[in-house]
């Protein structure tokens, strides 16, 4: 089982990040929450993707992706530079083409 340490990651792997209003979030599509990236002194926010708060960050922060091998479906961040990510579903890498996060970027307003 994998564990999870205060840094935000999981497994040997790195949680993505999103920011939102004045925090930095860590996306955790395993649980569908959104966790405060905090130091280890302060209290760590818990957002659920099913609260009102969490289902605005997803609206507004993030970009839900659908693996085309499992067909889960996760979050990641809107501003994202990454070219690929891994399905929390079941583990695979997935290459995100640049062509999407033009495409993205041009839906969303903050592309040419």
Not at 8 to 31: K, S
């Amino acid at each position: 089982m994998e564990t999870e340490d205060e840094q935000g990651t999981v497994g040997g792997r790195r949680l993505p990040t999103v920011r939102f209003e004045c925090g930095e979030y860590f996306i955790d599509n395993r649980l569908r929450e959104f966790r405060s990236v905090t130091p280890p002194i302060r209290r760590v926010e818990l957002i659920k993707f099913d609260e009102p708060r969490g289902r605005r960050m997803l609206l507004e922060a993030c970009v839900r992706l659908r693996c085309s091998a499992c067909k889960h479906r996760f979050a990641v961040a809107r501003r994202s530079t990454e070219h690929e990510t891994w399905c929390p579903g079941c583990r695979r890498w997935l290459v995100i083409p640049e062509a999407f996060w033009m495409k993205e970027a041009q839906d969303s307003g903050m592309g040419p």
